[in-house]
């Protein structure tokens, strides 16, 4: 590990001030971060603490949820507000890692933890433009198993790791930041970028922006929401391919829908164009497998992981099936 | 800047890079705590932070500053060995015994989670009160825990025998 400093920030704008530093990272639970930089995938100079920030989830005046971005993931999860309005989200994070994991884990940190591309980690031995701008791709020629089949580019075609983002992308969550210029909110789904050309560049964060808080809208329907989660083993696993729903059926046919994916692309992926093709629909298998049909249509599978477009197809008819409750 | 170690205060690492898994056993020689894989896949690091369980190959020291960490060390008491110790004695909880401190305070965190109500993967009801250990949840709220022996089946039997038992009797 390269030498750092470690400081703690007590508050928001303690952390914003010793931010200024150019070397300076902020620092969660460090379950990302200090394997990353033991890796020397990361260099920071100076570690900013920022655990000291809100730990509290509130209710907002309109009904809908205030997380600090210092809750641990535990703590959400375990939150009697969220397993009962939001269970989708309960669900996706006790799905993620391993108990002693979300125990250290925070809010901010899980946003922004990096891909698990191997070729990204493999500093010594292989080329990758994410931690190395211009130097070549070693997993688009590699062993591509888990990697991206949405929104890919020829530079990169990481996946985004987390669960929870993808329920909170199904939520319509806002993220709250703050930085010396102000603060700003923006929806979860515009938070990560796609690789584009600049792959290393993986958020719409501004050097030294800092999340202060998660807002989850009210949203009755979610009352009724799932997360289905696919892996190589039963537990303690990355996600190959998952699917975040919220249904709201009426009359037979689908009053409101969110669905969101995880493992396929560089950020948690809304299915707008599924939800789209959904509403005002059957609420019947057939559609809903038509609807899968539609968000995977643009699919480019790699050399390895073709399967994920089968696999997210029927995931997604599975999961909207049982939240109809209807058979598949 | 120090923190507790089995009720012990001792200074923190002046170097912020070490972590907790290595103050542990290099700095303060308490070896029970095992290094599997340093990069949090294993769960041999385990150990508990004011009654939380964590992995001490993810942790740095200096970030627990004026927290309580137990470790398996900590767990015997006047010479008795905690209940879930002996447990692990009676049904053959471990073979060569890697992976058995960081199995011992995982269980131990687990059962305190499962207490006050945690949901895991495999909860059914997320609006119940309260949550029954069977065998399947203890397999999830384990999973983090891994053994290359394979003595699965004698650890889960060992923390079912301590924990389901006293759960119950809420
Ligand atoms: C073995 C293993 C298995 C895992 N399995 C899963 C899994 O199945 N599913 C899953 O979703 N995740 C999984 N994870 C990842 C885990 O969820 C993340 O490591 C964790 O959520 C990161 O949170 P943290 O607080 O520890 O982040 P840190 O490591 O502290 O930080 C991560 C990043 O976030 C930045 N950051 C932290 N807080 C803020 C803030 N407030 N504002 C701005 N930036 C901030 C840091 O600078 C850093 O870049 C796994 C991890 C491990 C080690
Ligand atoms: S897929 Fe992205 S992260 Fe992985 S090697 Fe290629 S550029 Fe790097
Ligand atoms: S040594 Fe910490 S999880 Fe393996
Ligand atoms: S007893 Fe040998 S690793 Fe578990």
């Known amino acids: 590990m390269t030498p750092f400093t470690f400081t703690r920030a007590v508050d928001a704008s303690d952390a914003l001030t010793r931010a200024s530093d150019v070397g300076a990272r902020y620092f969660g639970g460090g379950t990302n971060l200090v394997d990353l930089m033991r890796e020397t995938v990361e260099q920071p100079t ?9 730990t509290t989830i509130a209710e907002t005046t309109d009904g809908g949820l205030m997380i600090g971005a210092a809750v641990t993931n535990t703590a959400l999860a375990e939150h009697r507000a969220v397993r009962t309005h939001y269970p989708v989200l309960s669900r996706a994070i006790v799905a993620g890692a391993s108990a002693q994991i979300r125990n250290m884990a925070t809010v901010g940190g899980n946003l922004l933890q990096r891909t698990r591309c191997t070729y990204f980690y493999d500093v010594e031995g292989s080329r990758c433009n994410k931690r190395q701008p211009g130097q070549g791709c070693d997993a688009i020629g590699g062993f591509n198993r888990i990697h991206a089949i949405l929104g890919a580019s020829p530079s990169c075609v990481a996946t985004h790791p987390s669960d929870m983002c993808v329920a909170l992308a199904a939520l319509d969550a806002l993220v709250h930041l703050s930085s010396v210029s102000g603060t700003r909110t923006l929806p979860l789904t515009e938070l990560h970028r796609l690789p584009g050309e600049h792959p290393a560049i993986e958020t719409m964060l501004e050097p030294g922006e800092l999340i202060t808080a998660i807002e989850l809208p009210a949203m009755p ?10 892996r190589d083993r039963a537990s303690y696993a990355f996600a190959l391919v998952s699917v975040a729903a919220a249904l709201e059926v009426e009359d037979g046919r689908v009053k409101d829908v969110r669905l969101a994916l995880g493992g396929v692309a560089h950020k948690p992926w809304r299915a707008f164009r599924a939800e789209a093709a959904l509403r005002g629909g059957p609420a019947t298998v057939a559609a809903f497998t038509a609807a899968a049909q539609v968000e995977l249509a643009d699919a480019q599978p790699l050399r390895d992981n073709g399967f994920k477009v089968e696999l997210a197809k029927r995931t997604i008819a599975a999961v909207l099936a049982d939240l109809a409750g209807v058979s598949a | 800047m120090s923190i507790t170690v089995n009720g012990l205060p001792v200074p923190l690492p002046s170097d912020p890079r070490v972590s907790l898994l290595d103050m542990l056993r290099e700095d303060l020689h308490l070896p029970g705590t095992k290094k599997g894989c340093n990069q949090g896949a294993c769960g041999a690091c385990t150990v508990l932070v004011d009654g939380q369980r964590i992995l001490s190959c993810l942790a740095l020291a200096v970030q627990y500053d004026g927290r309580a960490v137990m470790t398996v060390e900590g767990l015997a008491q006047g010479g008795e060995l905690h209940p879930l110790q002996a447990a692990f004695v009676e049904h053959d909880g471990f ?12 269980a131990i965190g687990m059962a305190a989670e499962v207490k006050r109500g945690v949901p895991s993967h495999v909860t059914g009801d997320l609006s119940a ?15 983090g825990n891994l053994c290359r022996c394979g003595a699965h089946n004698g650890i889960v039997d060992a923390i079912f025998e301590v924990y389901a038992e006293t759960e119950a009797a809420e």
């Open chain 1, 46 to 54: 100076t570690l900013i603490d920022v655990t000291g920030l809100s």
């Open chain 1, 221 to 230: 329907m979610a009352a009724r929401s799932a997360y289905r989660k696919v």
């Open chain 2, 95 to 106: 073979q060569c015994g890697y992976c058995t401190p960081g199995q011992l305070c995982s």
């Open chain 2, 129 to 143: 009160e309260t949550i029954a250990l069977d065998r399947e949840e203890l397999r999830e709220r384990m999973s």
